[in-house]
């Protein structure tokens, strides 16, 4: 049977009650994302002020500080920025979203939104990106998405799909699609896949589930018994309770005039 399919809303403040659960398992992101990231924007992450744009719990944030960005966070729920300021304690964060962004304009050299942008309005959030951006800076959005050229994550895709109402790689995808119309009329964006895969346990691999937003919203009872039962298919396959898990991380960069 089929879930009732949630509001846009409710999956998008259903993060922020499981922020420890997100930050424990999300997978994180490969070095030649941000290899790919300096070759579109035309310029080293090294130095440069970016505003990382629905920050989350800092997975994004962490990385792009290694690569000696000076970033500042956004993020506007509560649970989320707090388990972000946790994690990177020594970063600012503020409270805010794309739609309306909390900074002067022509402050970034990058904005990002990784795992993000799907929670924006474009029409607003697109105008915004270019105001906060200096001439030339640039708009990365990414999405760590499921590969389903392989079998056993496509079967399992389908079968949340099927379950939940939910096609979360369509929905996504028409986050990424909706820029092709771009109303500022001023970013022209460059897409770029980058694969990459992790191991990772068992248990981490359905906790990863289930910190997404379709998990979330339909509550322990509807959510868990699915996830037993992804346990006993998984372990047929991983009889050593290794998961791989693969991944095709679709970039979108811009660069403004």
Not at 29 to 42: N, V
Not at 130 to 135: D, K, N
């Amino acid at each position: 049977m089929t879930a009732a399919t949630p509001s846009h809303s409710a999956r998008a403040h259903s993060f922020n009650a499981a922020a420890a659960q997100y930050a424990a398992n999300r997978p994180s992101y490969p070095p030649a994302l941000f290899d790919a990231i300096e070759d579109l924007a035309g310029r080293s992450l090294t130095g440069a002020r970016i505003a990382d744009v629905g920050a989350g719990t800092g997975i994004a944030t962490a990385l792009l500080r290694k690569r000696g960005a000076r970033v500042v966070a956004v993020e506007p729920g509560e649970g989320m920025a707090a388990q972000f300021r946790r994690t990177l304690p020594d970063v600012p964060v503020v409270r805010g979203d794309g739609n309306a962004l909390p900074l002067a304009t022509a402050t970034a050299d990058l904005i990002t939104y990784a795992q993000s942008w799907h929670w924006a309005d474009p029409a607003r959030a697109v105008p915004e990106a270019v105001r906060v951006l200096r001439p030339g800076g640039a708009l990365a959005l990414w999405w760590n998405t499921s590969a389903l050229d392989v079998p056993w994550i496509a079967e399992q895709q389908e079968r949340i799909r099927v379950l939940f109402g939910v096609d979360a790689a369509g929905w996504k995808g028409a986050a990424r699609d909706s820029l092709a119309a771009d109303p500022s009329g001023r970013l022209d964006f460059t897409h770029r896949q980058v694969r990459w895969s992790r191991e990772v346990s068992l248990d981490m691999h359905l906790a990863n589930l289930g910190s997404h937003s379709v998990f979330l919203v339909h509550g322990e009872e509807h959510s868990g018994a699915f996830l037993d039962e992804e346990r006993t298919r998984l372990l047929a396959l991983f009889p050593d309770g290794v998961v791989e898990e693969t991944y095709d991380v679709e970039l979108l960069v811009a660069t403004t005039a």
